[in-house]
Every structure is written in structure tokens, then in C-alpha cells.
């Protein structure tokens, strides 16, 4: 079985990622593969994952579609007494776009191609991954704070995750109602809960390929690659993530994104895989080329 993988399309970064998403589309058509991921970070508004995800539609075969960390960054109407927090896209915005575009959602339920099962969840950080070198300089309260002298969390002001979904009252938002919205190790560890859930559901599966936005090994870390200060390090993702898939027997390879780094290592017996896109201004040649580049292709016994 052919599984064909990209992520961090960011189609809405610039022009050329955005012309980039057609030429993506072509090559992995030409594929034909079985299976066809988008691992995450496509846009930052649901409106432009729509359109991305309508341009991919061209690909055969089951097509899935994982949020990432920028999928669920809130948009201007989150403001709005009705508006809608990270939640709401993760759990029923996103995936309505997802399916009006012919895609099948991961981050909520596992999808079954025959034998093999697909499990995904966007995972998030709970610091695990932190450079340890300066944890003499940054304590946990710093990483939790999103701030340390003068540097930013990136996902800080973007993503809001309430503990209590539903329906917001006016003025019910972190200027107000701090309280309200999880931290990031809460994110992680609900999101680690569905990781769990999606797992028990496919015990029957002979082969198992996971999902994860963000990194679950902590060899995937590319140290001071991400960004400009080792304290964003912090959110790269979870070890805990990692320490999850290892336990399941079945499972033969994990594709991740969020770093904008290619990866291809065996841990523990499993394939940890990424191929992103990022910046497309990073990426020379001529189209084309960039997208025979930027799709991994997993061939998977089954």
C-alpha cells in the first residue's frame, strides 16, 4: 500500500507557497498513491484550508487531512460574543472543510484503509522537549507564561482552548476570563487522551500508521532550528506523544511536520517521517521540482 505524505503547506505565507500547492497536487496525483496525508499547518484561516484542500482534490485514493498548531490559531470574529475558539475549528470547523473538499478528518476518529489503520491527533507541548542547557536560565513557569525576556511563545495570542467548550457569553475571552482557557500541558494532555482512544479503537488493525503535527521523539528536535532562541524549543512537542506509539506493537511508521525539517529515522522500530513544506521561498528551483521534493512516499506491507 502507497502512503503519500506532505505537511506545513502554509499556503497563505506567500505567493509561491500558494502557486506551490498546485504543483504538490500534480506530482502526488501522478503518484497515485493509496493513501495521501496533509499533515498539518495549512493556514492559519479555515477559509484558506478550504481552498488548499479543494486544490489537492485532484489525488486519488483516501485523502486525510490533519490540523496543525496554525489551523487552530483563532480568527477575527473569536472576539465576537458567537466566535469561534481553537476548539471549535479542531472539533467541528475543520473537519467540515475537510469533508466538503473530499477529505477525511484525522484528530477526531481513526480512518481505515483495508488492514491498515491512519490515527492522527495534532498533539501540542508540554516542554518535554526543551533544551535542557538553559533550563538554568528558563524555569517551567517561564515556558507556561509563553515569555521570556521579551520572546514569545509563537502560538501565544493565536490559540485559546477552553476547558468547557460551547458557547461563549459577550465578553468571555483571555482579556477577561483567563481562567477559562487551558495551558499548553493541558492541551497536551487532552490531546495525548484522543492519541489513547484512537489507539484502543484499532486493535483489530494489522498494520497501524500514526499522525502527529507536531514532534513525538525527541531525536526529531533539531536544535536552534526554530526560531532564533533555544526557549521556543519548549514548543516542539511532547516525548510523552512518543512514548505512547511506542507502546503499540502494530504500528509502523509516525509522520509529523511543525519544524519545517525533512526527517527519516527509525525509533524504537518505528519510522518517524516528515517532509514540509515551510517557507517555499526557502526552496529553490522551479515548481515542480519543489514538489517532487516536498512529498514522502511510505510503502506499507500490509
Known amino acids: 500500500m502507497r502512503l503519500a505524505y506532505t505537511s506545513d503547506l502554509h499556503s497563505d505565507l506567500s505567493s509561491r507557497n500558494r502557486d506551490l500547492v498546485g504543483a504538490i497536487a500534480a506530482h502526488a496525483a501522478a503518484l497515485a498513491p493509496d493513501i495521501f496525508v496533509v499533515a498539518g499547518d495549512v493556514a492559519d484561516r479555515a477559509a484558506d ?18 490540523p496543525g498548531n496554525h489551523d487552530l490559531f483563532v480568527e477575527a470574529d473569536f472576539w465576537q460574543p458567537d466566535g469561534a475558539s481553537s476548539r471549535d475549528k479542531y472539533e467541528r470547523i475543520l473537519p467540515q472543510v475537510a469533508a466538503s473538499a473530499g477529505f477525511g478528518y484525522l484528530g477526531l476518529e481513526p480512518a481505515r484503509a483495508g488492514a491498515l489503520a491512519i490515527v492522527g491527533v495534532t498533539g501540542w507541548y508540554d516542554f518535554s522537549l526543551r533544551d535542557p542547557a538553559i533550563d538554568v536560565a528558563v524555569g517551567l513557569d ?72 507536531v514532534l513525538p521523539f525527541a531525536e526529531l528536535v533539531v536544535r536552534g532550528a526554530f526560531g532564533d532562541t533555544p526557549f521556543f524549543d519548549a514548543y516542539l512537542g511532547s516525548s510523552r506523544l512518543g512514548e505512547r506509539l511506542q507502546r503499540e506493537g502494530s504500528l509502523r511508521a509516525v509522520i509529523s ?22 517557507d517555499a521561498r526557502r526552496h529553490a528551483g ?5 514538489a517532487r521534493a516536498r512529498v514522502g512516499v511510505l510503502e506499507i506491507d500490509v
Open 142 to 213: 517561564s515556558y507556561r507564561a509563553g515569555e521570556w525576556r521579551g520572546t514569545r511563545a509563537f502560538d501565544r495570542g493565536h490559540v485559546f482552548w477552553p476547558r468547557a467548550n460551547g458557547p461563549r457569553a459577550p465578553g468571555d475571552h483571555p482579556a477577561s476570563a483567563a481562567g477559562d482557557w487551558a495551558g499548553d500541558e493541558e492541551i497536551c494532555a487532552a490531546m495525548l487522551g484522543r492519541l489513547d482512544a484512537q489507539l484502543e479503537t484499532v486493535r483489530d488493525a494489522r498494520a497501524v500508521v500514526a499522525v502527529i503535527h
Open 49 to 66: 484550508v478550504a481552498w488548499t484542500l479543494r486544490e489537492l482534490a485532484e489525488v486519488t485514493g483516501l485523502k486525510l487531512y490533519l
Open 286 to 290: 522551479d515548481l515542480p521540482a519543489v
Open 257 to 278: 511536520g511543525h519544524l519545517h525539517r525533512d526527517a527519516d529515522l527509525l525509533r524504537g522500530g518505528i519510522r518517524a517521517l516528515a517532509r514540509p513544506v515551510g
